[in-house]
T-cell receptor
Framework: EDQVTQSPEALRLQEGESSSLNCSYT??????LFWYRQDPGKGPEFLFT???AGEEKEKERLKATLTKKESFLHITAPKPEDSATYLC???????????FGTGTRLQVFP | DADVTQTPRNRITKTGKRIMLECSQT?????MYWYRQDPGLGLRLIYY???????NKGEISDGYSVSRQAQAKFSLSLESAIPNQTALYFC????????????FGSGTRLTVV
């Protein structure tokens, strides 16, 4: 069964304190792994798609990496505006459906 | 204008009432999805559609129905609402420019009392 587990459930950081969020997955043939940001009461906002082990993508203070079993979202020198829930999802071969994890709620304090 | 628009944004309804949530998109994408989000459970797929004539059940379709009126419109109905259908509902399209990741609407917060 395809499955996504994210850790930690919640993370509190001081502004400027770098850290990483983890997404572990099992899938019957990975087509893509996706990262989203979700602000309270809003729809998830697309961040990255990763396709194969070793791939990395960057956007501002965020960098996503992928191995055969997990993905990391690295946050470098976070700012309060980075506070949000970060969702990971996988897509198996021959399907469009995304299987989501339950997310990591990140709070960054000044 | 948003790429994916959901209406209403918020709705309170009574148990047993029929309610429809609407979704429209301006991107011309063929594939559309309805998810619900509950605290601690994440996003779960209700129904999806690959085109007007192709409708498929997701993992939690019981108690729901959908209609794909046109490529741009995909509606979700609760035939007889019950309190455990209280949730945040999202419509999404599959976006080739994002590696077939999704573009989501802003959501409908539904409360069944």
């Amino acid at each position: 069964e395809d499955q996504v587990t994210q850790s930690p459930e919640a993370l509190r950081l001081q502004e400027g304190e770098s850290s990483s969020l983890n997404c572990s997955y099992t899938v019957s043939g990975l087509r893509g792994l996706f990262w989203y940001r979700q602000d309270p009461g809003k729809g998830p906002e697309f961040l990255f798609t990763l396709y194969s082990a070793g791939e990395e993508k960057e956007k501002e203070r965020l960098k996503a990496t992928l191995t055969k079993k997990e993905s990391f979202l690295h946050i470098t020198a976070p700012k309060p505006e980075d506070s949000a829930t970060y969702l990971c999802a996988v897509q198996a071969q021959n399907t469009d459906k995304l299987i989501f994890g339950t997310g990591t709620r990140l709070q960054v304090f000044p | 204008d948003a790429d994916v628009t959901q209406t209403p944004r918020n709705r309170i309804t009574k148990t047993g009432k029929r309610i429809m949530l609407e979704c429209s998109q301006t991107k011309g994408h063929d594939r559309m999805y309805w998810y619900r989000q509950d605290p601690g459970l994440g996003l779960r797929l209700i129904y999806y559609s690959f085109d007007v004539k192709d409708i498929n059940k997701g993992e939690i379709s019981d108690g729901y129905s959908v209609s794909r009126q046109a490529q741009a419109k995909f509606s979700l109905s609760l035939e007889s609402a019950i309190p455990n259908q209280t949730a945040l509902y999202f419509c999404a399209t599959s976006d080739p420019t994002k590696g077939y990741g999704y573009t989501f609407g802003s959501g409908t917060r539904l409360t069944v009392v």
